[in-house]
């Protein structure tokens, strides 16, 4: 059986007969060993994904009652912590955390027997949309190797992509597991705020993040959110999903359903002239799916890149303040040391990336720059939510290309941050207002990818599932050239 | 003018802000009452305390303050060693009111001191020091407090006195303690900063105080400062200064720590929390008897005297204790042996805790004595074997024979063994009858104190007239 399977597929496969988790587990470790010490996905590979496999075949065999995923290899990005083994988060202040806790999603996936794969690289506490802000180096796109594999989740995207897992876990900030998705061909999905737990995932911006699946395939993904989603006690912004399936009917189509395109994201400058061709062709798709299509300007999306950014950096340097050498840093000799001074060799440890935004986050929200900056940020937030609400009550999606550009080379963005700040242009209008957003393959354009974004109104996962669902089946993706 | 921040940690919750941890964390030695949520771990996401708000709730209410419709957390961003996250999740007015009280008041003496804002926080960790804090070598941290429920009690600048402020704070801990959220005994459970200004000029603020007795201290030191330094025409800077326990003096803390900007930023963590009037409403009819409708109760109902039912109703242990023992009926002389008696044997905290007396042993007692059998005197001894043993009324009285001597035969012997040592001070009874008092005395000696003074005069008098 081939390792690009889809999830569905694997199961029943697996539950057939034709092939054991082990089996599968251990092709999938050849797959790694093979092609992973150039694509550099993972940064730690876990040493028991066979002995767990072979549990569940036990299970199986003894015709116990086995979980939803039947030994179904994923991969964790490296943010999110798994416990007993490393979570560093792609930094040197981190290099040697021991997490002595699940988080939530973790532990809904093992109890569902899934086989946790490896941890996936990242940029820097996912600051970062190449995975070039790694400390430990970046991945690379398995459609280029000279090509960045978009970020933050690069890591996992690529594993998804490169066949080195089934599905992954992502967070997603800004865009973080809808861009590598577009740019490694996969599908990536960045939930409703608070439909998944954040327990246990490393905070970088907590008031606009979450944890999000990625997959080859859209069902895949609608399956690793049924089983990830809904209220926790350990996370006080969590909702209920009703218990939702949102596989089932996933095939509904989107007959009748209206659209619209958001004008700000889908043509002029900025907006690569491939992208916005193959964007263009996909909303004839949507129209030929029997959809209504319409555009739609929202005039706040020009100034979402800033807001994000002021928003985030204030957050990031709260929440990353605890990184101080007192417990995480230096192993140093203390002596001679006033605390404060400690602080600033810890800092250290961190990036280049890390520290612009740390440094940012000290200024935004300081006395005398809060109202200039942090309280105007969250002026625009409060308003870009009404006009997205407003949207909605007249359309069913708001779609756009995911990115505005192709994947680009290594090192070609490094040295500009605001021409990266702006690839996050479509992606962060989602995480402001706390919508659902998913990145869906489209096309290839010289051996790049490019994928399509479609948002939905507040937990409605179920129809956004079905609309990339239909989007998916009108498209047609080579194999990864592996 | 004097304001103060008290802070008060609401020891009878169950478990920390934030996650499960014992609120309580006294009996734990170092770095044991902890979990990945209040050390901070990466990762971890506060799960606020519920009971937490609600008692906080009911703190704003006795201190007669607003509550808001919704409430909200902020991050405040320092940096400190027994700080986990470098930001403590606390409360203010940054958006609105969104603490969990303001504007609220309690009279003192007729004067009304308004409390500005009330807000629920997490208490730091400890830092235990070598030596001296200034010069220490060596700093320890504990965690075992870190993310202790917090309520922080600002009032505005309108103490006239040190002593007000002693005084508020004493009815301010009897009003934690009768609302059942804090034990304001314990070590380190409350504690205050005060700003002190003279004359509408700048304001110090005071850190540091390790008791309220220090307090008044303090806030007596800082006000001669601040005068002598006006008469001398020197000018009063704003500042931060530290109460020198030591040398007993306010000292200037280094300049920084006045300065700091605290960044405060929304803790998106916890999201706003709706205090919806029903359930205010039922906070508030829940809440125990307040200690000024107590006295009163006391004074009305029982015709207790206005003095003891003071002192009875400001403190939760012994009107606990009085409500339990008492039936109406015997309500006075409870709390007469309570206030007189019971009160000058337990009065430390150790005490109350090692004591082992009952609401039933006062009942039991009470009704001895109103009914003759036993006298004060021996009350009060028994009262002592209680607090120290636990055994009944019943099983003291028969053991040490502690029931009132009233039979006239046996009480006429030890009589008649007095009149024959003391033969001189007999002939000077007969002489004055007043000097009587001292045969009496020497019977009660004898007696331990069980014979009835009533009886013994009586049968003295026909002895000796006869």
Known sequence: MSLAVSAIEYIDNVKNGNITAEEFTAKTLEQISKHDSSLHAYLLVNDNALEQARLVDKKIKAKEKVGAFYGMPISIKDNICVKGGKTTCASKMLQNFVAPYDATVVSNLKSEDAVLIGKTNLDEFAMGVTTEFSAFGPSRNPWNPDYVPGGSSGGSAVSVSALECVASLGSDTGGSVRNPASFCSVVGLKPTYGLVSRYGLVSYANSIEQIGPLGRRVEDVALVLNHISGKDVNDNTTVENHNTDYLSEIDAGIKGKKIGIISEMSKGEGLDKNVENAFWKSVSVFEGLGAKVEEISLDLVKFTVATYYVLTTAEAGSNLSRYDNLRYGYDMDVEGYEFKSYISKARKNFGREVTRRMILGGFVPSAGFAGKYLLKALKVKSKLKKEISKAFSKFDFLISPTVPILPFKFGEKMRDPLAMYLADINTVTANLTGIPAISVPFEIHNGLPIGVQIHANTLQEKHLLQAAYSLQSMTKIPRVPL | ?466
């Open chain 2, 1 to 466: 003018m004097i304001g103060l921040e008290i802070h008060c940690q609401l020891t009878r919750l169950e478990s920390k802000l934030f996650c499960s941890c014992k609120a309580d964390y006294r009996e734990f030695s170092t770095n044991i009452n902890i979990c990945p949520v209040c050390i901070g771990l990466p990762g971890t996401l506060p799960r606020l305390n519920q009971k937490a708000v609600e008692k906080a709730t009911t703190i704003a209410l006795a201190l007669n303050c607003q509550t808001p419709k919704k409430i909200a957390f902020f991050r405040k961003n320092y940096f400190y060693p027994d700080l986990p996250k470098n930001f403590q999740i606390t409360q203010l007015n940054l958006y609105g009111p969104t603490s969990i009280g303001e504007k609220g008041k309690i009279s003192i003496e007729g004067k009304d001191i308004r409390i500005r804002r009330i807000q629920l926080e997490e208490d730091p960790g400890r830092l235990i020091y070598e030596g001296v804090s200034e010069r220490t070598q060596i700093t320890l941290v504990d965690y075992n407090r870190a993310g202790t429920p917090l309520v922080e009690i600002v009032t505005e600048p309108d103490f006239d006195s040190p002593r007000q402020v002693r005084l508020f704070l004493g009815i301010l801990s009897d009003l934690l303690e009768n609302l059942g959220v804090s034990d304001p005994t314990l070590e380190g459970a409350m504690r205050a900063d005060a700003n002190v200004s003279i004359d509408g000029g700048p304001r110090v603020e005071i850190k540091n105080i390790g008791s309220f007795y220090d307090l008044e201290k303090a806030i007596h030191f800082e006000l001669t400062r601040q005068e002598s330094l006006k008469s001398r025409d020197i000018a009063i800077s704003q500042e931060t200064r530290h109460w020198d326990d030591k040398r007993k003096i306010t000292i200037a803390s280094r300049s920084k720590e006045e300065d700091e900007d605290y960044r405060y930023i929304l803790e998106g963590d916890i999201p706003w929390v709706v205090l919806d009037s029903q359930s205010v409403e039922k906070w508030r009819r829940n809440m125990p008897e307040g200690i000024s409708s107590k006295k009163e109760r006391y004074v009305r109902d029982y015709g207790i005297p206005t003095q003891v039912a003071d002192v009875l109703s400001s403190d939760k242990y012994y009107s606990d204790l009085f409500e339990q023992a008492h039936n109406k009926s015997n309500a006075k002389e409870i709390a007469n042996i309570i206030t007189t008696d019971l009160m000058g044997l337990i009065d430390t905290r150790e005490k109350r805790e090692q004591s082992k007396i009952t609401s039933k042993h006062l009942a039991d007692l009470v009704e001895l004595v109103n009914s003759g059998k036993v006298t004060r005197t021996s009350a009060k001894n028994a009262l002592q074997e209680i607090v120290k043993t636990g055994k009944s009324v019943s099983e003291i009285v028969s053991q040490t024979g502690l029931g009132k001597i009233s039979d006239e035969v046996e009480l006429g012997k030890i009589i008649d063994e007095v009149i024959k040592e003391e033969t001189s001070a007999v002939q000077q009874a007969k002489d004055n009858p007043q000097t009587i008092n001292y045969l009496v005395g020497k019977v009660m000696q004898k007696t331990k104190g069980n014979a009835d003074p009533a009886t013994t005069l009586r049968i003295f008098k026909d002895k000796i007239s006869s």
